[in-house]
């Protein structure tokens, strides 16, 4: 039961990817395939936090996320 919680529904761990820019959220998307999950780094209460189901929504999330994040930094995770 406790896999299903750390490795989603497939049984895999969830790939992670650290970016500082656009460009590069554009890129890695092409690796992870959507729908993708962006967490700013450092926010406060998981401010930013948002799930992007194609490339519009990458964009607009990467860029809040980028605004947000103290150190501009963010993580997009890949969905299960």
Known sequence: MCDSIFYGRSGKMPQ???IESLEEAIKQSKHLGF?????????LHGAGRSVANNLVELKKSVEDGLKLSPCKKVDLVQDL
């Open 16 to 18: 992670r990817i650290s």
């Open 35 to 43: 729908p993708i999950e962006i967490r700013p780094w450092f926010s």
